[in-house]
């Protein structure tokens, strides 16, 4: 006799934005119930992932989002350093995983990929990686159907692309790719047969219906993307975005538990903004349902908090981590 496997906790793709915007609006405490709810049944033996990130190609990227301070086009952009090499990064992969990262995700300040030398250098990454037994994230703009199958051959587990706000608002932060071009690149990451990690930033200035917005386009995905990152703004000096005020953190709790009901499979991922945030509020987060965080001091090129508080933080709220084969220092 076999088992009969758990039932899945079943999954929506028609949320309407009236809603979801119904469930943003909740009083704190019954949406963190009905998220819990969700989280408990969907995720049973809950742990947090630990992903690692890297800035493979940093500065000099000639898209316009006004977040960012590695567009051309702000005066932030940040000094361009050369491109790293597959060994240097692979070291770093090495060593996130030492510290207890599961997942190792590179980034490229590119509008698209491009064939050739890098890409086959992002291809040895890739395989490197997932050598070592981690997850392998590669986040590096547009690609082509060609570019994303390669990549799937080379083990690639997931493509970060974001949405990013909604598609109202998203004309107020980028006009050089349009919300259409960024739904098509999912689509072929879909198509090659790599998961998504797809998500969006709160704090630009967008309204709630906004917030709705983008959680009813990736809500209505269907699959879910299997990660959801959720980033807090960070206001970077030299970006258009520079001015805005920090999010009140009780708001990234209510995206995450919201994204948590919508998605209830989804690993959703608390990103970028965790520095501005208290510990009491990122352990809230915890309990709305994120069920990883960014590990390691630096995302891109903006700080993170340092791993001793990250441990902290997961001790404090009594929290395990993913466990993690390691390999031998020095392998
Ligand atoms: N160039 C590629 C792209 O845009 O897809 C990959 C790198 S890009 C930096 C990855 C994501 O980081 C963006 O889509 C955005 O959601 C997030 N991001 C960038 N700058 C940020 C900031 N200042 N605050 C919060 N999130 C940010
Ligand atoms: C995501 O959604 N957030 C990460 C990861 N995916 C690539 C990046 C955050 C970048 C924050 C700004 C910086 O460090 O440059
Ligand atoms: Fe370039 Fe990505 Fe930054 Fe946009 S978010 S400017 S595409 S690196």
């Known amino acids: ?29 019954e949406l963190l119930w009905r998220a819990q709810a969700v ?11 630990l992903a690692s990130l890297l800035s493979v190609k940093t500065g000099g990227c000639e898209e316009d989002c006004a977040y960012c301070p590695q567009s051309m086009h702000h005066s932030s952009d940040v000094a361009g350093r050369p491109e790293l090499e597959v060994e240097p990064v692979l070291a770093r992969a090495r060593a996130a995983q030492q510290a207890g990262a599961h997942r190792f995700c590179m ?8 064939d050739g030398a890098p890409f086959e250098a992002m291809l ?3 395989r490197g990686v997932r050598e070592l037994g981690l997850e392998a994230c590669v986040t590096a703009g547009m690609l082509s159907d060609q570019q994303a199958e390669r990549l799937a051959e080379a083990g690639l587990t997931a493509y970060n692309h974001n949405l990013d706000t909604s598609p109202e608002h998203y004309a107020r932060i980028i006009s050089t790719r349009t919300y259409q071009e960024r739904l098509e690149t999912l689509e072929r990451v879909r198509r090659a047969g790599v998961t998504l990690c797809c998500g969006g930033i709160i704090g630009m200035g967008e309204g709630l219906e ?58 959703v991922r608390l990103s970028a903004g965790r520095e501005q945030l208290g ?3 990122q352990i809230l987060c915890l309990l ?9 001091d630096t995302l891109l090129t903006t700080g993170n908090p340092a791993v001793e508080a990250d441990r902290e933080l997961l001790a404090a709220a009594g929290v395990q981590a993913w466990e993690v084969s390691r390999p031998p220092v020095g392998a």
Request: charged share 20%.
């Open 107 to 114: 980034g490229w300040a590119w509008r698209e990929i491009r």
């Open 1 to 29: 006799m076999f088992a009969t496997p758990p039932a899945r906790t079943p999954t929506r793709h028609d949320w309407s934005r009236a809603e979801i915007q119904a469930l943003l609006e909740l009083p704190l405490l």
């Open 210 to 267: 906004d917030r709705a917005g983008l959680l009813e386009v990736l809500a209505n995905l269907d699959p879910h993307p299997e990660s959801v990152p959720i980033n807090a703004l960070v206001a970077v000096e030299g970006t258009p975005l520079e001015d805005l005020p920090p999010v009140d953190p009780l708001e990234l709790v209510r995206m995450v538990a919201t994204a948590r009901i919508l998605m209830p499979h989804a690993r």
């Open 288 to 296: 709305a349902g994120a069920d990883s965080i960014f590990y390691g």
């Open 124 to 126: 040895a990454m890739v």
């Open 39 to 49: 989280h408990r049944a969907a995720n049973p033996g809950y742990r947090v992932q």
């Open 279 to 281: 510990r009491e509020a």
